[in-house]
């Protein structure tokens, strides 16, 4: 049983774009909350200055946004720092946090050593050894400080929500830096403080962060708060089985839009690849909530793969009420031409090309003049309605002795100038006699 009340963020850097692979997180954290009475929060993880860029985050507010996981509130970590200065003062006041002056190379040198002794290269806590004479030498050589939170040596044990029981042999690890030799904080350091802060209660995020979190919950513990539960979902690989990196380009949120792709598409692929449960279309982000369950999340690495995702995307607009998409469609499609034309979509777009064989005007194609000749003869009176085709079809088969193939292809290709498309029964009053009168004599119309 999921507490009421909970509370989950996701915390994106901002230091690239919204992808495949990062923006699952999000959408789970955003199904979790909708499906629990939870809230959701956006979190930017921007203490990396160098790195960060306003428009990153503009674009991750705007991917986000398009879709639909909509946040209650928003955060900066850059415009937290008072907040990680008195953590840090209180973990240094309880002798967790401690200063250490080796430089990159020194560690690199020791670090070399143990592994050729066949060593794990664990950082071995000389700084701790410091007097506060020592630290002033090393201080008046000009060296500043980098500083390590000090583990405790157990075995840091929580159960996951999509891996199960878990357990970190903290000796096997090295003491984490929090803070840099230029007093900048590490993200392991600054994210629980803003968990405790914002009473996060469950942590929801990617497979890559599973190191972490043994001494993230040190720290909530050294901070003397609660631990909130932790959920960590496989990562994505591509169709090679390699990682889906920010370098993805293709498979940024901002590139599937620009191609068409529906934003419930991908939310609907992104929350059940990997689960128990099968990808199929849904009418809304509610629905998916409604299912979203970490226990039937495998441990294994989804697999991602473009070609589900385009197929999912038909399947998608296969399904959509007019009311769902009516915003985005040109005022000229209406609801009876969405309807007739929507299962033989691939994407939104390819609807305009369907509204310009009703409503504009196109070069029939003639494959048998006098046939069709015959045939425009039998076009009934208006008005027309689902019935019309089968009507009139029947009328001009009984006149010609056509049938099958041989009857509708002709009709089809002087209609519509195409192959195939959309059942005949619904496009035909939507084209409309005068139209189709035209068409049939081959006339442009
Ligand atoms: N900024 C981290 C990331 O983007 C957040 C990880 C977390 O959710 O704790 O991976």
């Known amino acids: 049983m999921v507490k009421p009340n909970s509370v989950v963020r996701f915390a994106p850097s901002s230091t690239g774009l919204l992808h495949v692979g990062n923006v699952r997180a999000a959408l789970f954290n955003w199904l979790f909350a909708k499906r629990h009475g939870g809230t959701f929060i956006l979190r930017f993880d921007d203490t990396d200055r160098q790195r960060s860029r306003p428009e990153y985050e503009a674009a991750i507010e705007r991917d986000l946004a398009w879709l639909g996981l909509d946040w209650a509130r928003k955060e900066r970590q850059a415009d937290r720092l008072q907040h990680y200065d008195a953590a840090r003062d209180r973990l240094i006041a309880t002798g967790r946090l401690y200063p250490c002056y080796e430089t990159p190379e020194e560690l690199e040198f020791k670090r070399k050593r143990l592994l050729s002794q066949g060593r794990p290269p664990v950082y071995d806590r000389t700084a701790l050894k410091l007097g506060d004479a020592d630290r002033a030498r090393l201080e008046g050589e000009g060296r500043r400080p980098h500083w390590r939170f000090k583990l405790a040596t157990e075995e840091v044990r929580w159960d996951d929500l999509v891996r199960g029981p878990q357990h970190i042999d903290e000796a096997s690890q090295s003491d984490p830096v929090l803070v840099r030799a230029d007093a900048s904080y590490l993200y392991s350091f600054t994210s629980v403080v803003d968990d405790i802060a914002f009473g996060i209660t469950h942590v929801i ?86 299912t979203v369950d970490f226990s039937r999340v495998g441990r294994a690495a989804a697999r991602f793969s473009e070609d589900e995702l385009a197929h999912l995307n038909a399947r998608t607009i296969h399904a959509l009420p007019y009311a769902a998409v009516r915003e985005r469609l040109p005022a000229t499609i209406g609801e009876q031409l969405w309807l007739a034309v929507r299962g033989n979509l691939t994407t939104l777009a390819d609807a305009l090309a369907w509204a310009e064989v009703v409503d504009g005007s196109l070069v029939p194609v003639l494959e048998d003049p006098i046939f069709l000749e015959e045939a425009a003869a039998r076009l009934p009176s208006e008005p027309w309605g689902e019935t019309t085709w089968k009507e009139w079809t029947a009328a001009v088969s009984a006149a010609t002795q056509r049938k099958g193939r041989a009857l509708f292809h002709p009709l089809r290709l002087a209609l519509t100038a195409r192959e195939t498309g959309p059942e005949m029964a619904k496009l035909l009053p939507l084209i409309g006699r005068a139209k189709a009168a035209a068409r049939l004599s081959g006339m442009r119309a």
């Not at 720290?219 to 090679?240: G, T, Y």
């Not at 599937?256 to 849904?282: F, K, N, S, W």
């Open 205 to 290: 995020r990617g497979e890559d962060h599973v190191t972490n979190s043994a001494a993230q919950i040190q720290i909530f513990r050294a901070l003397e708060a609660e631990v909130p539960a932790f959920a960590h979902l496989p990562l994505l690989v591509n169709a090679q089985g390699g990682g889906l990196s920010k370098r993805t380009g293709s498979l940024s949120i901002a590139d599937l839009r620009a191609r068409d792709i529906e934003a419930l598409a991908i939310c609907a692929l992104l929350a059940r690849l990997g689960t128990a449960d099968p990808v199929e279309p849904v009418t809304s982000l509610d629905a998916l909530a409604a």
